[in-house]
């Protein structure tokens, strides 16, 4: 599923397009921002957003086995929340 079929699946909710467009654009802006922000999203029974560190490293080049220089980067992490996981696994 991607973003339009999920605005189409609103729409099928008797949602005005155009407000469920704007309702998903702002809801994946907030998420954004609050991790920009360094904040951690929590969606109860969905699961949570959050910011990991990566702290630098050295890696090898597997096609000439040059060592290399991996520098420290933040990346978005989600965790599945409980009724999420026990829904995917019934």
């Given at each position: 599923?991607?973003?339009?079929?999920?605005?189409?699946?609103?729409?099928?909710?008797?949602?005005?397009?155009?407000?469920?467009?704007?309702?998903?654009?702002?809801?994946?802006?907030?998420?954004?921002?609050?991790?920009?922000?360094?904040?951690?999203?929590?969606?109860?029974?969905?699961?949570?957003?959050?910011?990991?560190?990566?702290?630098?490293?050295?890696?090898?080049?597997?096609?000439t086995?040059?060592?290399?220089?991996?520098?420290?980067s933040?990346?978005?992490?989600?965790?599945?929340?409980?009724?999420?996981?026990?829904?995917?696994?019934?």
């Amino acid at each position: 599923m991607n973003k339009s079929d999920l605005i189409a699946k609103l729409v099928e909710n008797d949602i005005k397009r155009a407000d469920a467009e704007k309702a998903i654009n702002t809801l994946v802006d907030s998420v954004t921002e609050a991790l920009v922000k360094g904040d951690k999203v929590q969606l109860i029974g969905f699961g949570s957003f959050e910011v990991k560190s990566r702290p630098a490293r050295e890696a090898r080049n597997p096609r000439t086995g040059e060592t290399i220089k991996v520098e420290a980067s933040k990346a978005p992490l989600f965790k599945a929340g409980k009724a999420l996981k026990d829904a995917v696994n019934k």
